[in-house]
């Protein structure tokens, strides 16, 4: 449709100028009279002024199409960028951000026992805040109580347990650095092999 009306305003300039020459010719075909040259100027003058009227028409014609032309395009183009977003909205998988994990730190107490009994009772739902139990000095007896619990956690092992090799001022830090280490391996293994998106970190007490 609209290539249609650009090229009916192309035809009407056309048609414009052939019956803008007829007229020229007519005039010019007349018998002259005293003054025919002061005439032919002033027809020379209109006819400059309509050609250029009909030069300015052209253009807004072609304008107006190239207006057009690139409204199409830029529709075009949003109305796929649009369904583009729309597609991968839909393939984007569903992230429940509700869950967050509850991640107990242990080492070698068996009594543990007592931290994990209340935080299952008193937690409000399993889904949303499942329990990894991470433990560090491989202690076997702390290690039979957190897996007497099967299903009801997630128990994993820190894998690094050689002494950290420090100098001698610092080695009396030497248990600060063994439970850093621990808590970066934890917390990464959680965020980044578990894929939880956040943590509650709860240490075991003493008591």
């Not at 190239?66 to 183009?77: A, G, I, P, T, V």
């Not at 967050?100 to 070698?108: D, G, K, P, R, S």
């Not at 347990?161 to 100098?167: E, V, Y």
Request: proline letters at 4%; glycine letters at 2%.
């Amino acid at each position: 449709m609209k290539k249609r009306i650009a090229v009916i305003g192309v035809t009407i300039f056309v048609l414009w100028n052939v019956v803008t020459i007829f007229v020229i010719l007519s005039q010019l075909s007349t018998k002259r009279a005293p003054g025919v040259t002061e005439k032919i100027t002033q027809l020379e003058e209109k006819i400059k002024s309509q050609v250029q009227a009909n030069q300015e028409l052209l253009q807004l014609l072609m304008q107006h199409k190239n207006k057009n032309s690139l409204l199409d395009y830029n529709f075009s183009k949003s109305k796929d960028k649009a369904h583009s977003s729309h597609s991968l909205e839909e393939e984007k998988p569903v992230v429940d951000d509700s869950v967050i994990a509850v991640l107990v730190f242990a080492c070698n107490r068996p009594t543990v026992q007592r931290n994990l009994d209340q935080l299952l009772k008193y937690r409000p739902s399993e889904r949303k805040f499942p329990i990894i139990v991470t433990q560090d000095c491989g202690h076997q007896p702390t290690a039979d109580v957190i897996q007497s619990y099967a299903d009801k956690l997630t128990h994993i092992k820190h894998p690094y347990l050689d002494d950290i090799i420090l100098p001698k001022k610092e080695k009396k830090f030497a248990g600060y650095h063994k439970i850093a280490r621990h808590y970066k391996w934890a917390l990464n293994y959680t965020f980044h092999k578990l894929n939880y998106s956040a943590v509650i970190i709860v240490e075991v007490t003493f008591r």
